[in-house]
């Protein structure tokens, strides 16, 4: 079946440092990929989308590239902010069925 | 709009009492989830509609767990009796079609129960 494995975190940063949080996949057919974030106390947004291989998607600044020969879509930004705390969650889409999360990356970014 | 509403935003209860969590969806959606948060299993769906009817139970945790969907405009998801293990944040989200990209989450429901 469908399923997404993301980094465990926490993930701490000093602001201005580079971020990665790793997320893999494995799917049947041709899965649309997506970065989700959930900031304190509040429900989970989108963040960025990519639907076929070799996209990148992007936003606030975040990037990933959906990579189907590593079946990966890393999410990478080059500078994080404290505004960037929040945990972060991979996820798929396959078919008409419900998206699949990982189980999220909490990443606090420190002044 | 508004965006998905859900009540009420904690919910602190005895083990054994029931427990009756509601979402509102976002006008003209004709998808809704039930989802939970823990720390230990992450974000797990529980149940999903379509136009109303349940298409998918296969995560409600036991049968102490029930959701209906009434209307196009109001769920709720239905725990009797509670148990301290049901502590979580119980989220409702919403989309046109079931497409990620336009899925979109109520400010959930933490539930504590004692």
């Known amino acids: 079946g469908n399923s997404v494995t993301q980094m465990e975190g926490p993930v701490t940063l000093s602001e201005e440092a580079f971020l990665t949080i790793n997320c893999t996949y494995t799917?049947?057919?041709?899965?649309?990929l997506f970065w989700y974030v959930q900031y304190p106390g509040e429900g989970l947004q989108l963040l960025l989308k990519a639907t076929k291989a070799d996209d990148k998607g992007s936003n606030k600044g975040f990037e990933a590239t959906y990579r189907k020969e590593t079946t990966s879509f890393h999410l990478e930004k080059g500078s994080v902010q404290v505004s960037d705390s929040a945990v972060y969650f991979c996820a798929l889409e396959s078919g008409n069925t419900p998206l699949v999360f990982g189980k999220g990356t909490r990443l606090s970014v420190i002044a | 709009d508004a965006g998905v509403i859900q009540s009420p935003r904690h919910e602190v209860t005895e083990m054994g009492q029931e427990v009756t969590l509601r979402c509102k969806p976002i006008?003209?959606?004709?998808?809704l989830f039930w989802y939970r948060q823990t720390m230990m299993r992450g974000l797990e769906l529980l149940i999903y509609?379509?136009?109303?009817?349940?298409?998918?139970d296969s995560g409600m945790p036991e049968d102490r767990f029930s959701a209906k969907m009434p209307n196009a405009s109001f769920s709720t998801l239905k725990i009797q009796p509670s148990e301290p293990r049901d502590s979580a944040v119980y989220f409702c989200?919403?989309?046109?079609?079931?497409?990620?990209?336009?899925?979109?989450f109520g400010s959930g429901t933490q539930l504590s129960v004692l």
């Open positions: 006008s003209g959606h004709d998808y």
């Open positions: 509609f379509n136009n109303n009817v349940p298409i998918d």
């Open positions: 989200a919403s989309s046109f079609g079931a497409r990620g990209e336009k899925l979109f």
């Open positions: 799917a049947t057919g041709y899965p649309s």
